[in-house]
């Protein structure tokens, strides 16, 4: 079934994501209050809401997004080049450019965006934080009405459960088990935070979300069968 859809009718992405503020105590008390309820399961009695919050960007209601990539397949005679671009810094201004993207050359129907872990965590975040923002849905993540075979996404994560639905694997394991060469990444997502707060260092984050692009575009080629891409296919754009 992988193999019947065209690689350039997919777009993929990722999302790196940071609390709405550096600290705690920047929150109101309502929002402190709020928070609170919000991760009292997940915290239980090992951390207050405070020690938790820097994991806050974990949830779109209580955080923000600062880098989306984006990789697509574009053939060059029998063989693909991966074009890979990002759009990072103000939510509000890159929701807007994304949602062009797709409302500009992934708006048909056969046209579906790919991520890992993206319909629980990439596909619902974009959508939530537009709505923050003000920004009307693009129809690919518009799902009021659509019907399970309807919505236009792919996920190599729910790929790789072959229906068992309590299997978590993060993409790292992913590429190490499917032979696909290891992103050389400096550093993870917990660091997320950090490196945007404390080292004010953007382009690093947006260096790691595109590498995690290419990875999930690996590992798809991999679940499909085919050849994986090497290093002169891909492209920064």
Same mark, same amino acid.
């Given at each position: ?104 050359? $992934?708006? /048909?129907?056969?046209? =579906? ?6 319909? #629980?965590? &990439?596909?619902?975040?974009? !959508? ?67 490196? $945007?707060? /404390?080292?004010?260092? =953007? ?6 979300? #595109?590498? &995690?692009?290419?990875?999930? !575009? ?20």
């Amino acid at each position: 079934m992988l193999q019947k859809i065209n690689l350039e009718n997919l777009l993929f992405l990722d999302i790196e994501t940071v609390p709405q503020f550096a600290t705690y105590d920047e929150l109101s008390e309502e929002v402190q209050d709020l928070w609170e309820h919000k991760t009292r399961y997940q915290r239980k009695d090992e951390f207050s809401g405070e020690e938790f919050y820097d994991r806050a960007g974990i949830w779109a209601e209580f955080g923000k997004i600062v880098c989306i990539s984006v990789g697509y397949f574009h053939a060059q005679g029998s063989a693909y080049q991966f074009r890979v671009t990002s759009f990072f810094g103000d939510e509000e201004t890159l929701l807007k450019e994304f949602k062009n993207l797709l409302e500009s050359h $992934f708006s /048909k129907p056969y046209h =579906l965006l790919a991520a890992h872990n993206g319909k #629980e965590f &990439d596909f619902p975040y974009i !959508a939530r934080r537009m709505i923050i923002n003000g920004i009307a849905l693009p129809h690919k993540l518009n799902l009021f009405g659509k019907k399970p075979w309807e919505v236009p996404y792919i996920d190599t994560m729910e790929l790789w459960k072959f229906g068992d639905y309590k299997h978590y694997t993060s993409l790292k394991l992913m590429t190490q088990v499917l032979g696909v060469p290891s992103p050389k990444e400096d550093i993870d997502g917990s660091m997320v935070r950090d490196v $945007f707060y /404390k080292e004010n260092d =953007l382009d690093r984050i947006v260096r790691y979300c #595109e590498l &995690d692009v290419v990875a999930t !575009a690996q590992v798809y080629l991999r679940l499909r069968g085919d050849v994986l891409l090497e290093e002169d296919q891909i492209l920064r754009v």
